[in-house]
């Protein structure tokens, strides 16, 4: 697990992740990469998108996002907008 945040302007910020997952005595494993802009409208808003991608090998079936499925073996790529609010 790797992860970086930093603010590029007063307004921006960029987070990204490297994740891996591995079973033991096992070929599966599973590599997780996703990079996140966000735009802060205020103290409490912000716009933000996502990029992800997931990366299974060895018969591994580990979906990108929760509750998603995948093949066994296969990748996925997602990208993700959305605004979020704190109260």
Avoid: E, M
């Avoid at 960029?14 to 033991?24: F, N, P, T």
């Avoid at 599973?30 to 090998?57: E, M």
């Amino acid at each position: 697990y790797l992860g970086v945040s930093t603010p590029l302007a007063p307004q921006w910020q960029l987070d990204a992740q490297v994740s891996r997952l591995s079973v033991k005595d096992t070929g599966r494993r599973s590599t997780l990469a996703v990079a996140r802009a966000s735009y802060l409208l205020s103290k409490r808003t912000a716009v933000h998108a996502s990029i992800g991608h997931i990366d299974n090998t060895g018969g591994a079936a580990i979906a990108l996002d929760a509750g998603g499925t995948v093949g066994a073996g296969l990748d996925q790529n997602g990208v993700l907008v959305g605004i979020r609010h704190a109260f």
